[in-house]
Structure formats: structure tokens, C-alpha cells
């Protein structure tokens, strides 16, 4: 069984910036492509960023490109997002989660992830 717990989720103005982080336990991490997910109210959850096994490759949504870094360290068993220039429409519940399955290039799937974490909270306010 693996746990994941996020955190650095808040309320933060338009323009501001902030770093969620989450905490990986119970399996190898490094065995495990990682993704963010968010889900605004009323909207599906949707894919926000991924970062493969060793952290030498990254994707993003196209509304978060060029804002948003994902990054990793298999030392620490975590995996950060760094979020820029926030705007309202980023308000949501964000997700991390964890992929052990084999590489399928669907890292923007929700069913290609078996381990999710609870969520924290990103308010943006303008």
C-alpha cells in the first residue's frame, strides 16, 4: 500500500505563487511515475502535470505550461509543484498521485494511476 500526502495548498492573490509538496510512503518511490490532478467544484478532475520515474521528463496541461513546474526527489520520496502567476481559474482541490504500472505514454489519465492522495486545498482569489 503507498500514502500520499499533500500539502502548501492555501489562499493566495491573483499573481502570487505557491509550492505544493507530497509525501510518498509504504512503496519504492522511484518505481512510480507521479502526477498532479485538481478538480475545481462541480468540474471533473483533470490533469494538471506528470513527471516520469526518474524525473528526467515532464508534461503539462496547456493551461498550466509555462506557470507550473513539477520536480521530484527520490532521496525524499516526494514529488513538488510549483505554481506561478496563479490565477482565480486555478482555484481547486489539488492531487497528487502515483502510477506503478507500465509506462503507457496516458500519464494525463486518471485510470493509469493506482495510489491517490487526500488533497489539498488552492484558493486564488483576484
Known amino acids: 500500500q503507498v500514502q500520499l500526502v499533500e500539502s502548501g495548498g492555501g489562499l493566495v492573490q491573483a499573481g502570487g505563487s505557491l509550492r505544493l509538496s507530497c509525501a510518498a510512503s509504504g512503496r519504492t518511490f522511484s518505481g512510480a511515475s507521479m502526477g498532479w490532478f485538481r478538480q475545481a467544484p462541480g468540474k471533473e478532475r483533470e490533469f494538471v502535470a506528470a513527471i516520469s520515474r526518474s524525473g528526467t521528463t515532464t508534461y503539462y496541461a496547456d493551461s498550466v505550461k509555462g506557470r507550473f513546474a513539477i520536480s521530484r526527489d527520490n532521496a525524499k520520496n516526494t514529488v513538488n509543484l510549483q505554481m506561478n502567476s496563479l490565477k482565480p481559474e486555478d482555484t481547486a482541490v489539488y492531487y497528487c498521485?502515483?502510477?506503478?504500472?507500465?509506462?503507457?505514454?496516458?500519464?494525463?489519465?486518471?485510470?493509469?494511476?493506482?495510489?491517490w492522495g487526500q488533497g489539498t486545498q488552492v484558493t486564488v482569489s483576484s
Open positions: 498521485a502515483a502510477d506503478y504500472g507500465k509506462y503507457s505514454g496516458r500519464y494525463y489519465s486518471i485510470q493509469e494511476y493506482d495510489y
